[in-house]
């Protein structure tokens, strides 16, 4: 999986490779699609939610630009693989979940697996945590609109967000650091996820 869905498409952090090795994305998907767990796509993990392709994992991780000391918020924590991946290379992860069964599920994998720096919380991802705020980066793992306004304020002065934006059914991969108070954006390859609901996002269908 790694060196064909990820070295050979570009990713070149040590750290993000050698993560994307060590996490074992089996358990962070549903025990009867197990086999496909390394497959080069995204995969159902029930209440309409997705497990991300291992690429599009690799290449948010890295566009973060991380260097191994900073607090992270993660908005759609889904299986919990994606918080994995960060919690492997970051002093914090805070992932918000809005479905509270994938919430209790994410939880237990990560208490298993030994994650200590990992803090899971049921509510709306898109009004942010303001009590645990600024963080250093901010991870979108849903289909935005845009930025929404709780999260730009919560990110640090030269943090990073990254996010997929657009529409609901198709968007392009974010990447915005903060100056002042403006978001210098950059917009990558397009991507389609599942949206992201609350208040600042998609509203229920």
């Known amino acids: 999986m790694v060196e064909t869905q990820i070295v050979e498409r570009g ?3 040590e ?3 050698e993560v994307m ?5 089996h358990l962070f998907v549903p025990e009867d699609i197990m086999d496909d767990a390394y497959d080069d796509r995204a995969l159902p993990i029930g209440h309409g939610q997705t497990i991300s392709q291992p690429y599009i994992v690799a290449l948010m991780t890295e566009l973060l630009e991380l260097k191994g000391n ?3 918020l993660e908005i ?3 299986s919990g693989y994606q918080a994995a991946v960060l919690a492997e290379i970051v002093s914090e992860v805070h992932t918000i979940e809005r479905i509270q069964p994938l919430a209790e599920e994410a939880k237990k994998k990560f208490e298993k697996l030994g994650y200590k720096n990992i803090k899971v ?3 709306d991802g898109t009004e942010g945590l303001p009590e645990e705020a600024p963080f250093d980066r901010i991870i979108i793992t849903a289909a935005t609109p845009d930025i929404p306004e709780p999260l730009q304020l ?3 002065e030269g943090g990073i967000i990254v996010a997929p934006v657009g529409k609901r059914y198709s968007q392009y991969m974010l ?3 903060k100056k002042g108070d403006k978001l210098e954006k950059h917009y990558l390859i397009p991507v389609a996820f599942v949206p992201l609901i609350g208040k600042y996002g998609w509203k229920e269908e």
């Open 11 to 13: 990713i070149r952090d």
């Open 15 to 17: 750290r993000v490779i």
């Open 21 to 25: 090795k060590k996490v074992p994305r």
């Open 70 to 72: 900073e607090k992270v």
């Open 76 to 78: 759609g924590t889904g």
């Open 121 to 123: 919380y049921v509510k």
């Open 154 to 156: 919560q990110l640090r």
């Open 175 to 177: 990447k915005a650091e």
